[in-house]
């Protein structure tokens, strides 16, 4: 473990950082506009568009976080042979990020989640998606790319969106892999595999997935309650740490032996999507240093804080998160 470490230091060491991203890579796509009178089809805004975007989304929105940071980011999934799969191979592309990890699929369509904004306010979401899994061929040669491509890795990270890519198979077959070769895996799950992930390093879900996945009720501000729920977590899926974000109610950490609890800073919210692409992001390259529990948790609740400021999904502001990250924690 690293200790003593000023913050500064750490921001300097994330630099340094390899870290592979194997999930769900989909596109974000805004539509921004105007509404200024309501449709005589039918009762629902008229929005007058005045600009549309593409971005990274699903894993792809925690690649460009840990890029932000200053660590290398690469990224392994399958996406569609369509149109849209073409542009979130350009998408990394023009973000300098290696397409090596990305298979294309004839049988699949690529994940698109476009969002419809008004000013500052979400209209509507529209998603084209599957959710099946990708096929046993396709599995095969995904995991021999993620064998090429963790050999150098610092950490792996799961990003689960439950779309298909990641399978209890995969999963079991990278985090032997990574287990074999000391590399630390960090899990962002979702229902569907939630007990798949034996033996990773750390693991994230938020309040819901905790719930839904234990098939628990939990009282999130009895700190006893809370604290025995993740013990079961570990206890369940043998897991090294367990790291549960709680909204307003902050988030909690066991890991290392340590249990750590901090309180949500008090933000001015403008939109929460994407801000758990950042808590993950920001805790597996903690991870990767060796950082304790209270670091790892207390640095990656503040960015996911940070990002919620913003409108839409986007990568944290390394800048921002040093400066804050300075005041909360450097004891130097």
């Not at 200790?3 to 950082?17: H, K, P």
């Not at 023009?94 to 294309?104: C, D, H, N, R, V």
């Not at 938020?206 to 977590?233: H, M, P, Y």
Request: aromatic residues 4%.
């Amino acid at each position: 473990m690293v200790v003593n470490m000023t913050i500064n230091q750490i921001f300097e060491r994330f630099e340094s950082l390899k870290v592979l991203v194997i999930g769900d890579l989909m596109i974000d796509a805004y539509t921004w506009g105007k509404v200024e009178r309501i449709s005589p089809e039918a009762p629902v805004p008229v929005v007058n568009v005045t600009s549309r975007e593409i971005r990274l989304g699903g894993a792809g929105n925690v690649v460009m976080n840990v890029q932000a940071l200053g660590a290398k980011a690469i990224i392994c999934s399958v996406i569609g042979n369509d149109t849209f799969g073409d542009s979130l191979l350009d998408l990394l592309d023009k973000q300098a990020l290696s397409t090596e990890g990305i298979i294309q699929s004839p049988t699949r369509i690529t994940t698109v989640k476009e969002r419809i904004i008004a000013g500052s306010q979400q209209i509507v979401r529209i998603d084209t998606e599957t959710d099946q899994y990708i096929t046993e061929a396709e599995r095969t040669a995904l995991l021999a790319r993620i064998k090429s491509l963790a050999t150098q890795a610092d950490v792996l990270i799961f990003e689960d969106y439950d779309k298909g890519v990641l399978s209890k198979d995969l999963i079991r077959d990278v985090i032997d892999l990574a287990l074999a070769q000391g590399i630390p895996t960090v899990v962002d799950p979702k229902k569907r595999n939630f007990l798949h992930y034996q033996k990773a390093t750390l693991f994230k879900p938020n309040l819901k997935e905790l719930k839904e996945g234990l098939n628990i009720s939990l009282d999130v501000k009895n700190r006893s309650s809370l604290a025995q729920a993740v013990a079961q977590l570990k206890q369940t899926l043998a897991v090294e740490g367990a790291f549960v974000t709680l909204s307003e109610q902050g988030v909690f950490i066991n890991y290392q032996g340590e249990e750590v609890h901090l309180p949500a800073h008090l933000r001015q919210i403008a939109d929460v999507s994407g801000a758990g692409d950042t808590v993950i992001s920001i805790a597996a390259c903690c991870v990767a240093l060796g950082l304790p529990a209270r670091l790892v948790a207390g640095l990656s609740n503040l960015g996911g804080g940070l990002v919620c400021e913003s409108v839409g999904v986007v990568p944290i502001n390394k800048a921002l998160l040093q400066k804050e990250a300075q005041i909360h924690y450097d004891d130097n």
